[in-house]
């Protein structure tokens, strides 16, 4: 079991930038892969990226390709998501997702955080 809690969400103008992290709970941080969705009103949650155990391997999606990174500590138990050159399409609820083994880019994630909002006006 691990819990997962995002903090660092807020409002930013298109082009400013945003850190997200993910704290985890428990001791085997470094045995789950991390993934990073987020869902828009009235779509569907959508990955945006993956990151490895050992954190060496990362994933994007082609809208944030460029913009975001994905990094981890195993150490602090944290993963994070910097996200620069905001838009305003990049608005929507972020949420860090854990499961055991290798990343895949896609819904396989057994355990979920509560999300959090991020907002960019033109």
């Known amino acids: 079991q691990v819990q997962l809690v995002e903090s660092g969400g807020g409002s930013v103008q298109t082009g400013g930038s945003l850190r997200l992290s993910c704290a985890a709970s428990?001791?085997?941080?470094?045995?789950?892969?991390m993934a990073w969705f987020r869902q828009a009103p009235g779509k569907e949650r959508d990955i945006v990226g993956t990151i490895s155990r050992t954190g060496i391997s990362t994933y994007y999606a082609d809208s944030v390709k460029g913009r975001f990174t994905t990094s981890r500590d195993n150490a602090k138990n944290t993963v994070y998501l910097q996200m620069n050159s905001l838009k305003p399409e990049d608005t929507a609820v972020y949420y860090c997702a854990a499961r055991s083994g290798a990343a895949v880019a896609s819904y396989g994630y057994d355990y979920w955080g509560q999300g959090t909002q991020v907002t960019v006006s033109s």
């Open positions: 428990g001791r085997t941080f470094a045995t789950y892969a």
